[in-house]
Nanobody, 123 residues
Framework: VQLQASGGGLVQAGGSLRLSCVAS????????MAWFRQAPGKEREFVAA???????YYADFVNGLFTVSRDNAKNTVYLQMNSLKPEDTAIYYC??????????????????WGQGTLVTVSS
């Protein structure tokens, strides 16, 4: 499975972005898809995840401002980010796993990773 993330860019604080991640290479049967992010000098952290039938999970810091969704017909997962803050600046990575093991918040859960897309939020 190859994952291609896009949609990052420069946005002012309070703005919005929608990230996309397209899966290819095999039948899109990823049991769970997720977004992580990594800011400079920090560890990669969980943002949001969505299972095949739509169950969603979010990090506490999301606080209702981000929404994860997926279109199984298009092999794509999205992350809609609203009311962005400078502290949201990071490289955002999508990830997938074919057999969910129950640790959606951990990088250990995911077998496949995209290359990342940079989100920069200016103050």
């Amino acid at each position: 499975v190859q994952l291609q993330a896009s949609g990052g860019g420069l946005v002012q604080a309070g703005g919005s972005l929608r990230l996309s991640c397209v899966a290819s290479g095999r039948t899109f049967s990823s049991d769970i898809m997720a977004w992580f992010r990594q800011a400079p000098g920090k560890e990669r952290e969980f943002v949001a995840a969505i299972k095949w039938f739509g169950d969603t999970y979010y990090a506490d810091f999301v606080n209702g401002l981000f929404t994860v969704s997926r279109d199984n017909a298009k092999n794509t997962v999205y992350l809609q980010m609203n009311s962005l803050k400078p502290e949201d600046t990071a490289i955002y990575y999508c990830a997938s796993d074919q057999n969910y093991r129950g640790i959606y918040y951990s990088t250990d859960e995911y077998e496949y990773w995209g290359q990342g897309t940079l989100v920069t939020v200016s103050s």
